[in-house]
T-cell receptor, first 113, second 113 residues
Framework: KNQVEQSPQSLIILEGKNCTLQCNYTVSPFSNLRWYKQDTGRGPVSLTIMTFSENTKSNGRYTATLDADTKQSSLHITASQLSDSASYICVVSDRGNTGKLIFGQGTTLQVKP | DVKVTQSSRYLVKRTGEKVFLECVQDMDHENMFWYRQDPGLGLRLIYFSYDVKMKEKGDIPEGYSVSREKKERFSLILESASTNQTSMYLC????????????FGPGTRLTVL
């Protein structure tokens, strides 16, 4: 069964600190993996997208890594800011043409001053 | 920029009412999706459409129907709203030409009393 699992479920860090969120998946055949950020009460917004051949991608203070062999991804946030408080969702796409995605349940990050 | 808009941010309805949620995208995307999002359950796919007048059931279609009469518009219909349909509803669109990256609307918070 295609699944995406994220850890931790929730995380609290102090402003300015770094953190890493984890994502394991069992989706096959794999097409791409993306991380979304969802602010409270808003729709998810894409942060990064990586295909099979990419193992790292950055978007400002966000850096995503992908290990397609172990089927693991991580999202590293550097020098956290209060505005980073949100849910981060790992999403995997298979190779189908209909565009269906498999979503993780998300990690809720709270950055405290 | 891709824009996905949803007709209402907040909606309150009574049990048994017929509810229409509208979604419009302006990027000529082929695929459109309706999800609901509940705490602890993540995003769950209700219905999706990969072409005008085409629709496919997602993971939780019971109690819902959809309509896609025009490429840019995808409607979710609750024929007879029930309290267990109280949720955040998210619409998304995507194109196979862009890694099927899904762009989300802002969401509709529906409360059924």
């Amino acid at each position: 069964k295609n699944q995406v699992e994220q850890s931790p479920q929730s995380l609290i860090i102090l402003e300015g600190k770094n953190c890493t969120l984890q994502c394991n998946y069992t989706v096959s055949p794999f097409s791409n993996l993306r991380w979304y950020k969802q602010d409270t009460g808003r729709g998810p917004v894409s942060l990064t997208i990586m295909t099979f051949s990419e193992n790292t991608k950055s978007n400002g203070r966000y850096t995503a890594t992908l290990d397609a062999d172990t089927k693991q991804s991580s999202l590293h946030i550097t020098a956290s800011q209060l505005s980073d408080s949100a849910s981060y969702i790992c999403v995997v796409s298979d190779r189908g043409n209909t565009g269906k995605l498999i979503f993780g349940q998300g990690t809720t990050l709270q950055v405290k001053p | 920029d891709v824009k996905v808009t949803q007709s209402s941010r907040y909606l309150v309805k009574r049990t048994g009412e017929k509810v229409f949620l509208e979604c419009v995208q302006d990027m000529d995307h082929e695929n459109m999706f309706w999800y609901r999002q509940d705490p602890g359950l993540g995003l769950r796919l209700i219905y999706f459409s990969y072409d005008v007048k085409m629709k496919e059931k997602g993971d939780i279609p019971e109690g819902y129907s959809v309509s896609r009469e025009k490429k840019e518009r995808f409607s979710l219909i609750l024929e007879s709203a029930s309290t267990n349909q109280t949720s955040m509803y998210l619409c998304a669109s995507s194109s196979p030409q862009v890694y099927n990256e899904q762009f989300f609307g802002p969401g509709t918070r529906l409360t059924v009393l």
